[in-house]
């Protein structure tokens, strides 16, 4: 088989500054040892994340030009609805300028104080939202998923024994609401099957209770499916997509991962009622209905990216380049979360630093020492992220410690990807010399964004 290349060229290219060592011990220093406090032009390869930072096609730039920037009922509305409509089957869809615009209000109409939330994994603003309207966010994903190394497909499922116990202590009354979120973000970008969708979705419905996808990265799952569950790979990816979305009742979407663009989101639902009301508070903080806080351009853009982004030419490339970085590492023999995700790698911290303690923070330490040794920038995805503080200001520690390279679309050439597995190679010969970080500064909630560190 010939190597999978990147299906399409460059038009426009954007320079990356080269930086020392020395340059980045002192560049680290003056963020506090938080990468996200670092910036853009610091860093070499960016890696923190996946979300909105995508290359556009010239497609979408030329879309753009065409955006209609009317305030009520723009042409630019009636392109993005007909779009979403037509692959999602949902009969209410209302804009929103990113995917936790749409979950504050849908967590906002939907939720109510004592209230749980299952969900296979919850994101980290979902479970923000979640809570802010006082309802409980509750995990329920699969057994296997536990096992970071156990290569099985599939490790995104929920855990329908999980959900079924969940459904009989709290019943219909108490839970608004079952979400599904594909791929697994906090579970390592692992896909979700048809059938755990399906057997999901009868057991929900049995109850009464409706179930909403984070659809973030629908494609990349619906690639996934294809590609891993029996008896769909004659399938195409869209038609399995359109299956993907007509087994719930709604979403919520970051149109930053999926929709190929650098702002937007929206929420859908079948529900007339809740549509009522979700207008009502779209009104009150993103804007009006046909708009929902972006331009008519943003919606031309999101609009042209969900259809490149079913190209199952696009789709092979992109798990492909993630699955060449994971493989890149497993042969030098650092652990990782396995199989390899579809939108990253996510390091094992905790088997690549095992002399450091989780209150050390293993996963920041590693990140830390990846930037330093090759400006590329990447993040924690374990106790810095979800560590809970008691009454006493004591940690216990969270399950495990990753790191996350996620790998933005259509943005880097394998050479670059070459070039991380080299700085990983060195930090890994030089593992024993990573130090652990204590946190000098914290705010109430969403700490990663803004903590600070010191070195232990
Ligand atoms: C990014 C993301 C969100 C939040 O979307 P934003 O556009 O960043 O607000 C929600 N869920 C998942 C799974 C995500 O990856």
Known sequence: MKTIIEPFRVKMVEPIRMTTRSEREEILRDARYNLFAIRSEDVLIDL???SGTSAMSAAQWGAMIQGDEAYACARSFFRFERTIREL???????PTHQGRAAERILFGVLGKPGMVVPNNSHFDTTRANVEH???RAVDLPCAESHDLAAEVPFKGNMDLEGLKRAIGEHGRE???????TITNNSGGGQPVSLANLRAVSELAHSHGIPVYLDAARFAENAYFIKLQE????????REIAKEIFRLTDGCTMSAKKDALVNIGGFLATNDE????KMRNLLILTEGFTTYGGLAGRDLEAIAQGLEEVLDEDYLRYRLASTRYLGRKLVELGIPILRPVGGHAVYLDARGFLPHLSAVAYPGQALAVAIFREGGVRSVEVGQVMFGRRDAAGVEAPVERDLVRMAIPRRVYTQSHVDYVAEV????????AEVKGLRISW???ALRHFTCRFDLA
């Open 48 to 50: 923190l994340t996946d």
């Open 88 to 94: 999602t089957g949902y009969r209410h869809i209302l």
């Open 133 to 135: 309207v006082g309802c």
């Open 174 to 180: 108490r839970i608004p609401l079952v979400m599904v």
């Open 230 to 237: 029996e008896g769909q790979a004659a399938r195409s990816v």
């Open 273 to 276: 009622e809740v549509a009522v």
């Open 424 to 431: 990983m190679e060195e930090v890994w010969k030089q593992r």
């Open 442 to 444: 914290e705010p109430p």
